[in-house]
C-alpha cells in the first residue's frame, strides 16, 4: 500500500529539547527534519529536496535566526519556502522585525501544539495555493510565447511570400530581395553608431526593416508584363508606367493594413520603402520628389542596397558589375542620389555586403 506523502518540516533550533518537542507534535502529520545550528539549517533547506516549511528559532550561537532567514530569502531556491520564527523573544518590534525580513509566521515559546500544527496547515495551504498559480502562470508564458513565434513565423512567411510574387514575375533578378534584405539589416545596424542617426534606430527598428524590406518591389505585381518583363531599356513612356510601381506597392499595404483594422508596425516601415525608396537626396527621385530628411529613413537604407544590388547583377541590358566599380558609383552619388550618412554606414560595412552577395549570389559577379 502506498503511504500518503507527508510534508516536510525543517526545525532549526540549538536546543534538542526543543527539536524533540516539535518532532512529538509533528510527527504523525508531517516528516520533520532537525538542526541545531544556522549553517546546518541552511545545508538541509539547500539540499536537492529541500524542506516544505521552516521553523526557525531567533537566539542560536554563531548564526542567528535573523541571519537564517535574510539568507533563505536571498536564494532563489529557497526565497519561496515558508518560514515561520518559533522563539522565547516576544516584544512586539522583535516580531515585527521577523516578519519583516520575510518570515510568514511569528509564534513565541512556549508553544501550543494546537496552534502550531494550525499554522503549518494553513501556511502549507498558502504554498500551494501559490505554487499553482505560479506554475499555472509559467504554463500560460509559455504558452503565449509558443503562440506570439507561431504568429511571427506565419508573419515572416507571408512576407517571403508576398514578396515572392514580385520577383516571379521579375526572374532576372535571382536572389534580389534576400539580398537587399541582409544589406538593410548590415547598414541599418551599422547607422546606429552613426552620429546622424543617434537614437532614430533601436533593435525593434531594425527588426521591423528587417522584416518589411522584402516587401519594397510587391508593386510590381501590377505593372504589365510587357513592360516588367521587357529584355532591354524601357522607354520613356514605359518607364513612366514602370516608376508607379512604388505607389502601386504602398496602396496595396494600406489596403491590406485598412482590411486587418489595426496598425500594422512592420507594415508601416513596409509602406515607407515601397512608397520611397526610388526617392533621391537631392530631390530628382520619384514618386513625390522628397529631399533630404524629407526622406523617410527606412527608404533612404533600401534605396542604397537596391542600388548595388542592381549594379553588381546581371540585366539583359548590361553585364554584373564589380563591387569595386559599384562602391565607387555609390560613393559619386553620395549627396545627390544617397543620403550621405547611409554612403558611410555603407561604406564601414563592405565586408558584410561582399559576404551577403556571395551567400545568396547566383548571377552577379564580385570579382
Known sequence: MIQPHKPVVLAIDDNPDNLTLINDVLKDSYKVKGASKGERGLVLAFADTPPDIILLDIMMPEMDGYEVCRRLQADVKTREIPVIFVTAKADEQDEEFGLGLGAVDYITKPINPAIVRARIKTQLALKASADFLRDKGSFLERQI??????ILATQDATVVALAALAEIRDNET???????????????QQLQTSPACAGRLSDYDVQMLFKSAPLHDIGKVGIPDHILLKPGRLSAAEFEIMKTHTTLGRDALERAEQQLGVKVDFLKYAKDIAYSHQEKWDGSGYPQGLMGEAIPLPARIMALADVYDALISRRPYKPPMSHETATAIIVEGRGSHFDPAVVDA?????????AIAARFGEQQSLA
Open 145 to 150: 510565447e509558443l503562440r506570439t513565434r507561431e
Open 174 to 188: 535571382g536572389n534580389h530581395i534576400r539580398r537587399t534584405q541582409y544589406y538593410v539589416q548590415a547598414l541599418a
Open 346 to 354: 555603407f561604406l564601414q560595412v563592405q565586408p558584410q555586403f561582399r
